[in-house]
């Protein structure tokens, strides 16, 4: 194994990666410029306003922007006056965003291996858990944000436990991310080879023993794409929890204040867009740092 | 920091009430003081508002920034800020706040559907601002023309002076197809609906700020048809300042929605004599403090213009008017949305509003002085592409 070949992967994988978003950029131009401007519907029953389906999108410029109106929008004051350039305040509150989803990600991650722990130890708590964590996942979020957010307002004023607001947004966001890693957990627990924990067996080695020289490196091919799927949920999380209890701050609560001027000036809702696009990219790829330092344990670990 | 001075005032409140107790134990004679006005005064309040920072509130941000609420004793008042994420009288119910700014058939809404109690202390805007706008070409220019047509609404109880509109036209929801806007006037200028819910102070100014592909220039108003609520059936009253009914009966709660008021009753004069100022306070504040991100200041003048035309009507400062009252009462009743319900089924309890503190705060400020009433002489805004 030499060290240019992986090199020489990287630069085409990175080449292919850029082409991709030149390829989505292409794409919104030619559309933009081939397509109806008010959309193509079918079904419309004339004179009825708003009647009949809409198949293809509208082209104009409030709907989907030129990408240099975009980009030339992220210069431009905020607000107007003498407040400072629209991508200022989209990297501020991108990193109060990150800040909290990172939080949210620690929390969940926590939990979701004690779960996994838990479950793989005994498997009478596998069968009396495994079905409610996969429940939990079907409780729609903005149902369950704002009760967390009560829950932690209550708390808050009762005096004895100070509770921010941002605690609520990262312990929904990780609400989101305890699920991959308790069920990545588990089964990487339960990955090692029979003849390997038979061995173990042999040496007689305890619970302990086993779980850390087998059953933890074992895990890791498993761990990694769980970790980052929980990045990425808890970046989804934080964005939406954010929206639906009303912090400031953060760049889910900015997009949609933006979104509300978007008839007049429609290219700046698209600048906290691209900036939670950027969030989750930095989000996934702190934890793909995680996997560099774990590279002796990734043998077999499907792309991800 | 806030908590151990709140709980330094909770250690001082004990002290002083067992004080008051040992006191009474050794001298029957002495006075009981709950009706002498005998209380610590509230220093500290928080203030609910129902949408974002925008000069439709500049009269509490003028207070703040003028240092009105400082003169009426108070060290510390905040002002939330919503996105709609906040229900104003649901925060006022759960204590989360002490007053809050929301409009009267919402309110209404709640009292009956939870019965909580809430009371209205202050009428701020006397008229309603709600507009229904529609291209000139698509003939909406009245409430009876909804017949058959698309009109947007925000929902959220936003919609109640339409169905109380229609209703008085003897049109009920099944006739018009009811369409939920977002907060952009995309849904009128795409022509996904006939005729688009607006405020004159703030989405009609959005739609005034958009460029009319056929012409190159902004959108003028004679593009559109426009119908005002205020000058229906359907009008009803909107930003008004409640308080908690149970609560206005410790009397430290009563007086400071008396000295409250004071404060704000001169943050609104002063936005009223000073509209540009008053509109650059409430920009900054938006801007810096509350990290929202404003539509432009030359948009937040067009608020400030319009909303002292809903505030300064000729009467004193926050008077509820009864008739424009029972008016609302009567839309509210009146009024059936598509899906067949009513927002009240019957008149609210007596105590849904009070002139009580706001004619105390009046003539507190009367005797100081200060001219609690009036009209606003309206200046001439030019509004610019995206309001900036």
Known sequence: MTLREPQGRRARAVGWGALGVLLILVAWEVYKFLGPAEGFVVGAISGQTGSGVMLLPRTNDRAMPHIWDMVARLFQSTSGGDTPPLIVPVVTAALTTLGIAAVGWLIGVTVGALLGLVMQRWRLAEWGLLPWIVVSQTVPLIAFAPLIASIGSQVDRAGTIPWPQWLSVAIIASYLAFFPVAVGVLRGLEAPDRIHLDLMRTYAAGYWATLFRLRLPAAVPHLLPALRLAAANAVVGAVVAEVSIGMRGGIGRMLIQLAGQGSSDPAAPWGPTFGSIALGLVAAGSVALIGVGLKNYRRGEAAA | ?388
């Open chain 2, 1 to 388: 920091m806030r908590h151990s001075i709140r709980r330094a005032l909770t250690v001082a409140s004990v002290a002083t009430v067992s004080a008051i107790a040992l006191a009474a134990c050794s001298a029957p004679a002495a006075d009981t003081g709950s009706d002498t006005g005998d209380f610590e005064p509230i220093t500290s309040i928080k203030l609910q508002l129902q949408w974002l920072p925008q000069s439709q509130f500049a009269g509490y941000y003028v207070a703040l920034d003028k240092g009105y609420f400082t003169d009426e004793g108070f060290d510390d008042v905040e002002i939330l800020p919503s996105g709609g994420d906040i229900v104003p009288q649901d925060a006022l119910v759960a204590g989360d706040v002490d007053f809050a700014v929301a409009w009267v058939p919402k309110v209404l809404g709640t009292l009956e559907a939870t019965g909580a109690e809430l009371t209205d202390i202050a009428q701020v805007f006397q008229k309603s601002g709600t507009l229904q706008v529609s291209f000139a070409d698509k003939g909406v220019p009245s409430v009876a023309d909804f017949e058959g047509k698309r009109i947007g609404s925000w929902g959220f109880g936003n919609e109640w002076e339409i169905f109380a509109a229609m209703a008085a036209e003897g049109l009920d929801a099944s006739t018009v197809s009811i369409t939920t806007q977002d907060f952009s006037m995309n849904a009128l200028l795409d022509g996904d609906v006939d005729a688009a819910q607006a405020m004159t102070y703030n989405e009609w100014a959005q739609i005034l700020e958009v460029v009319n592909p056929a012409t190159g220039k902004l959108y003028q108003p004679s593009d559109f048809d426009v119908v005002s609520y205020e000058d229906t059936e359907g009008a009803m009253l909107q930003d008004a300042i409640w308080a908690d009914t149970a609560r206005l009966d410790d009397p430290a709660y009563a007086d400071a929605a008396v000295r409250f008021l004071k404060a704000v009753t001169k943050g609104w004069i002063y936005a009223r004599d000073n509209p540009e100022e008053a509109a650059d306070i409430t920009y900054q504040a938006a801007i810096s403090a509350e990290a929202a991100f404003p539509v432009g200041p030359v948009h937040q003048l067009w608020q400030m213009n319009e909303v002292n035309k809903l505030i300064w009507t000729g009467g004193d400062f926050g008077i509820v008017d009864k008739a424009a009252w029972d008016k609302t009462v009567k839309g509210a009743l009146a009024a059936v949305n598509q899906d067949g319900l009513n927002l009240i089924t019957a008149e609210p309890a007596a105590s849904a509003y009070s002139n009580t503190y706001i004619q105390k705060a009046l003539d507190e400020l009367a005797a100081e002085g200060v001219v609690v009433n009036g009209d606003y002489t309206p200046i001439d805004v030019t509004l610019t592409e995206g309001g900036q």
